[in-house]
């Protein structure tokens, strides 16, 4: 339902706070009000100033949900701001999404994990960011080559990729790669990207094909990796997956799994990185 007096309070305020050149718009003549006139504002929205009139002295009729999105840009509103205006006139707001947009607090904050494997992804497994220990550990560098730093497409068809974790579990983690995407191929499956993404996968392998047709969704939050070193041997892990409010950036954290030797040979792969180790001995 509508909140016409929430509403129209909103719209003033915000209107309030521009000025035209915030907008793109000339000073022009000494105003008598501070921030935007309202035919000014209709019109960055593509609305009658009768309409918008309307709205800010909560009257006439409710706005469609194109209208509201036009508005909040018309009144450079950020995301919280666009989902406030839009829980005003009584409609869900939009799905956030960052785009591949990794804010600097996120990364801030994974760079204080040092001790473990951390990496930040996209829900189409895009590795975005990663520290060291996460590249050591799992071979994957700096390339941004095609889908080098896709994880789940690396999984299906790249089968090095694979042989990192023990054989017993690649059907587990294949089948949990494919719901996972299943989970966001529901939420945006329109955008190209992702798209792209399944039709490819589709095309490339056999494996994806039969798991994406059971159509089995479930969201990634935590999972049991285990790391099978080529000279440290198995390191047990625990991945726990943060995920942004926008849901399409997660972070993955890998942390020593408790009663077992990981947290020594994570130190130990700190210490050593990427070393040769046939050639040391």
């Excluded at 501070?34 to 209709?42: I, M, N, S, T, Y």
């Excluded at 450079?76 to 960052?98: K, N, Q, S, V, Y």
């Excluded at 990663?130 to 560098?141: D, I, M, P, W």
């Amino acid at each position: 339902m509508i909140d016409r007096a929430g509403l129209a309070d909103f719209l003033r305020r915000r209107r309030e706070t521009l000025r035209p050149s915030d907008v793109g718009l000339p000073a022009g003549a000494r105003r008598r009000t501070p921030g935007l006139r309202r035919e000014e504002v209709a019109q960055l929205a593509g609305v009658s100033t009768d309409h918008y009139t309307r709205l800010e002295r909560a009257r006439g009729s409710a706005p469609s949900q194109s209208v509201v999105a036009s508005i909040a840009r018309a009144l450079r509103c950020d995301l919280d701001e666009r989902d406030h205006l839009f829980h005003l006139t009584g409609f869900p707001p939009p799905p956030r999404i960052a785009g591949g947009h990794v804010r600097p607090g996120l990364i801030a904050l994974a760079t204080r994990l040092g001790e473990i494997p951390v990496s930040i992804c996209s829900d189409l497994g895009e590795i975005l960011w990663s520290n060291t220990l996460f590249e050591t550990l799992s071979g994957l560098g700096e390339t941004r080559e095609n889908r080098a730093q896709n994880l789940i497409w690396r999984w299906f068809t790249d089968p090095p990729t694979t042989r990192l974790f023990p054989r017993e579990d690649w059907a587990r983690l294949s089948a949990a790669h494919v719901s996972d995407l299943r989970a966001t191929y529901a939420r945006r499956g329109a955008d190209e990207d992702v798209a792209a993404l399944v039709r490819d996968l589709l095309a490339a392998s056999v494996e994806f094909r039969e798991l994406w047709d059971r159509h089995e969704v479930a969201v990634r939050r935590e999972d049991r990796k285990d790391i099978q070193h080529p000279e440290l041997g198995l390191i047990c892990l625990r991945c726990e997956v943060l995920r942004t409010p926008e849901e399409d950036v997660q972070m993955l954290a890998f942390f020593p799994v408790e009663g077992t030797d990981a947290a020594e040979k994570l130190a130990l792969l700190q210490v050593i990185g990427t070393q040769d180790f046939t050639a040391a001995r």
